[in-house]
């Protein structure tokens, strides 16, 4: 029985392999289309929740006031949400826009739901929303403007990172985005929508105004892309919009942050996979999603009978000839991975000999997600806690 239960998860990993691969390949080969240039200007309104971000506000300020685009065209928000240090001090020097949230809101979804309400009756084309900690390149205005005036509701950008090379973490996380923007890429060219990613997104005003923004997980940003897509709305990929963002440094903060992230797929999948395997329109951008969600679930499961089953091979085989087969298999999924994160960065722009240490280590990174896996099947997460933010780095420095 356990045999069975082993190869029918065996068989769905293929599956999600395949479904992954084959248009990732695909991608790579078709070129792109040509983009439309736009005709006109679009008025966006850009917000930034903030909680006790004085050491990194300053930066993405000085970014995104220095915008090649025409400054009658956007205005800038902070979104003031229980900070106690110089945060909103340091955006009224700055002559920036402040919506200081009441005490009711708690995450960053609380957050944007207030913004949006407050919002309502002014003349916006889209929003633009980045996290405290990012700077911003010169050009994303105009390029998500693009986005918007060739009829996208909902746009992703180019999430690169301003501290990718400090350590082994920083960099895992800086390869795991450039993972993501090559896909987000080449399913493009699938017509497969992308994924919003937390920071340096585009929603257009028209959107919130039809539909809300009824947000109740932990991760805010994968239930948006789930409920854009059940609304048959699909995310464009804007590559030549680069947001920087900080990566964190110290493994206590990547686990928070990364149970948070566990939790809110898990509660994705209970609240729309029904909704994204009824529909018909997007089929593959919602199979997509689907998978994305399941892909903990998938994991605990396939671990935890892989587990049992070394334990059958070794009591049937002897345990030095499994081990050799075994060690023998790790090595090579091992230098398979180092292999894909060396070729990312490379397609990302990047130099491999400079993110040698993320490379290398970018396996290891990966398998300490499987523990958050399994924690958060038992024990979700219930609360939103804030990440403090300490890299002190401007624009013109990346």
Known sequence: MLQIIYYILFTINVIYAIHFT????????????PILQANQESQFAILIPARNEE????????SLMHQNYPKEKYTIYVLINHCTDKTKAIAMEKGISIIDCPDSVKSKGDVLTYAFSQLQKES???YLIFDADNVVHPDFCSHMNISYQNGHEVAQGFRDSKNGKKNWLSGGYAIFYYIQ??????RKNCKISATLSGTGLMISKHMIDTYGYPMTTMTEDMEYSAFSITHNVPIDFVAKA??????????????????????????????????????KNNFMSRLDLFYIFFSPLLQVLTCTVGFINIIY????????????????????????????AAFVVKYNGKRPEQ????????????????????????????????????????????
């Open 181 to 186: 923007n090559v896909f987000f890429h080449t």
């Open 313 to 340: 091979v070794i009591l049937k085989y002897g345990f030095f000839n499994s081990l050799y087969h075994g060690l023998l298999m790790l090595l090579l999924t091992y230098t398979v991975i180092c292999l894909f």
């Open 242 to 279: 680069i947001t920087y963002d900080e990566q964190p440094t110290s493994f206590a903060t990547s686990w928070k942050q990364r149970k948070r992230w566990t939790t809110g797929a898990y509660q994705c999948l209970c609240k729309y996979f029904k909704f994204l395997l009824k529909g």
């Open 124 to 126: 916006i084309d889209a």
């Open 55 to 62: 050491i990194v506000i300053g930066n993405l300020l000085d």
């Open 355 to 398: 993110m040698r240490k993320a490379i290398l280590l970018f396996p290891i990174f990966l398998s300490t997600w499987i523990p958050i896996q399994f924690i958060c099947l038992l024990k979700k997460v219930d609360k939103w806690e804030h990440i403090k933010h300490k890299e002190n780095i401007k624009v013109e420095e990346l």
């Open 22 to 33: 084959i248009p990732f390949l695909i991608g790579l080969w078709k070129k792109s289309k």
